[in-house]
């Protein structure tokens, strides 16, 4: 068995197809003076054949996706047009080295800083970078467009990366899965997946070496697993829970317009985490009552310079207005990378998760909180506007950037700009130092909201992004549920609200758990929504109450794993 990344939900049966796109073959030379006009112009025309071809794509994307699900398209498009970009392949030919060999040295900098984040979004970056040098070295090699074989019947698809252009030209029609080396949850592939309820697993290391055509694969995309070439007791189980799969994903379609209430009447909150205003139509489809998590980097990410004030209040206000009433809690920037441009004076950090980010950043860089968050207050006055800022770990922190949010009130009270005076701040809790000492953040905030992702990081000492020790990445740790287990006691102390916008709020093997525990609400990405539903509304609150207390006691992260599942199991709950 093989693990990856959870990339689309669901299970899939089916031959292998191995994808392997074309390899470009180029040559570095020193050009003397005389050549670099003709390289030049070479390379103006390439840029504008990638262009041009790059924009028809992203138009077919659009008309599949939608505009916020073709954002790759998008952004490789900005890579053509960025200044910075033409201007570093501009100075490397001059310098006399041919246009092959400057576009694979620009493109191979950007990827390798790109790659070295430990950021999920930036690290996606780093293939559209990657997409754009092959698509200019093919123009410059001459080299024609190679199609994407076309499947002959339906299979699963297995390649080492497979890019945005590549993921459109696959006859989807045909495709049972994907297994797929590299990517993370946010790479096209994935969103595509999503997309067409393809079940997906990504980010699995070095495997496609394994496998070959017309082998026998099961893809696991709830779990991020693989299996090649089954034994028939492991094909039959599998084959039954991918039939259990479908009926209950049939039976959970049915239950969006039902509240999540418990089977004695304890009400709690569904919540959608997204990143674009897009996801708005999808989040609403799948039942959720509000937006618990708005990322905003995606706003951030690409560009030469910061977003305007204007800008971020149209992005912004397009998910409030959308919401209709219900509650939009957006997160400022959180940022964890290479610099970009309009972070001049931040060097690049080996190590950015433990660096300048989240509250940090806002802290330092004070024109760039203030622009955002007077964007967020001007939101505010369309909708049921909150607002959270990443990795506090002390109250000094919290209460400085409080007193920024009323600065910036101040100055748009001044230029006659409406907000809601009332707006509530919440504390988001992914370090341990705030959830050892929540109870002393208890004045300063309106709800809490756990993130668990960071938060297993930090207490377990795991990179969440290392492959060579994901097997440690353990949600289900002990110290983690005591971690939260406290936040919840001192929310429902203090009579405040009480979120988890983390993956573990997610996964419905610890919906059991959280509900007894105490959480009021449950954000996640819209399409784990229905199963957590589902869960909720087929116990007591009493019945998890005593599954949170059993586990509890329990000393190991696998240990209660199996207590999980065999709950799960006995109410026909887990497959």
Not at 25 to 52: D, G, M, N, W, Y
């Amino acid at each position: 068995m093989l693990k990856g990344i959870a990339g689309a939900p669901g299970i899939a049966i089916g031959r292998a197809f191995i994808f392997r796109p074309e390899q470009l073959e180029f040559e570095r030379k020193t050009i003397s003076p005389e050549e670099v006009s003709r390289e030049l112009v070479r390379l103006q025309h390439a840029l504008q054949q990638a262009h041009q071809e790059l924009a028809g794509i992203y138009a077919r994307a659009m008309s599949d996706l939608g505009r916020d699900r073709a954002g790759t398209f998008h952004a490789q498009l900005m890579i053509l047009e960025d200044a910075t970009f033409e201007s570093e392949l501009i100075s490397i030919v001059r310098s006399g080295v041919n246009v092959e060999g400057a576009v694979g040295e620009v493109v191979t900098n950007y990827v390798r800083m790109f790659e070295d984040s430990g950021d999920e979004y930036l690290r996606e970056r780093a293939a559209d970078y990657r997409d754009v040098g092959c698509r200019l070295l093919r123009i410059l090699l001459g080299q024609s467009w190679t199609p994407v074989p076309r499947l002959k019947e339906e299979s699963i698809v297995v390649a080492r990366d497979l890019s945005a252009p590549d993921s459109m030209q696959l006859d989807r029609s045909r495709i049972l899965g994907l297994a797929i080396e590299r990517g993370g949850r946010t790479c096209t592939a994935c969103i595509l997946a999503r997309s067409l309820e393809i079940p997906a697993v990504v980010g699995l290391g070095r495997f496609v070496h394994q496998v070959h055509n017309g082998d026998l694969l099961i893809v696991d995309g709830s779990k991020g697993t693989v299996i090649l070439n089954p034994d028939p007791a492991t094909l039959a189980e599998y084959q039954h829970r991918r039939e259990t799969y479908l009926a209950c994903k049939k039976e959970m379609q049915m239950l969006s317009d039902l509240p999540a209430e418990t089977r004695d009447g304890y009400r709690v909150q569904l919540l959608a985490n997204i990143d674009h205003p897009g996801e708005v139509a999808s989040a609403l489809a799948q039942g959720a009552e509000g937006i618990g998590l708005f990322r905003t980097e995606h706003l951030f990410l690409g560009r030469d310079t910061m977003p305007g004030e204007d800008e971020q209040f149209e992005f912004y206000v397009q998910v409030v207005q959308r919401m209709r009433g219900r509650p939009v809690v957006i997160r400022t920037l959180d940022y964890a990378g290479p610099s970009s441009p309009f972070f001049q004076p931040m060097h690049y950090e080996p190590n950015p998760f433990l660096g300048c980010r989240g509250i940090r950043l806002n802290l330092n860089f004070e024109e760039i909180f203030n622009t955002q968050i007077k964007a967020i207050l001007r939101a505010s006055a369309f909708g049921r506007v909150k607002v959270m800022f990443p990795l506090i770990s002390r109250v000094e922190d919290l209460r400085r950037v409080k007193s920024m949010m009323r600065q910036a009130q101040e100055e748009l009270q001044r230029t006659g700009k409406n907000f809601d005076p009332d707006i509530e701040v919440g504390l988001l809790v992914e370090v341990p130092s705030a959830a050892l000492t929540a109870e002393l953040f208890a004045p300063e905030v309106d709800f809490y909201s756990i993130g668990t992702n960071d938060l297993v990081q930090y207490t377990l000492a795991v990179d969440r992004a290392s492959a060579g020790i994901n097997p440690l990445n353990q949600v289900l740790h002990p110290a983690i549920l005591r971690l939260v287990k406290n936040v919840i006691d001192v929310a429902r102390n203090a009579r405040k609200k009480v979120a988890m916008c983390g993956e573990m709020a997610g996964e419905p093997l610890a919906t059991l758990l959280l509900l007894g525990l105490g959480l009021n609400q449950f954000s996640a990405a819209a399409g784990a929504l229905p199963e957590i539903k589902k869960v909720i509304r087929a116990v007591t609150l009493k019945e998890a109450r005593e599954v949170a207390l059993r586990t509890l006691q329990l000393s190991g992260p696998e240990e209660v794993r199996r207590y999980l599942e065999q709950e799960m199991k006995s109410r026909r709950l887990y497959f």
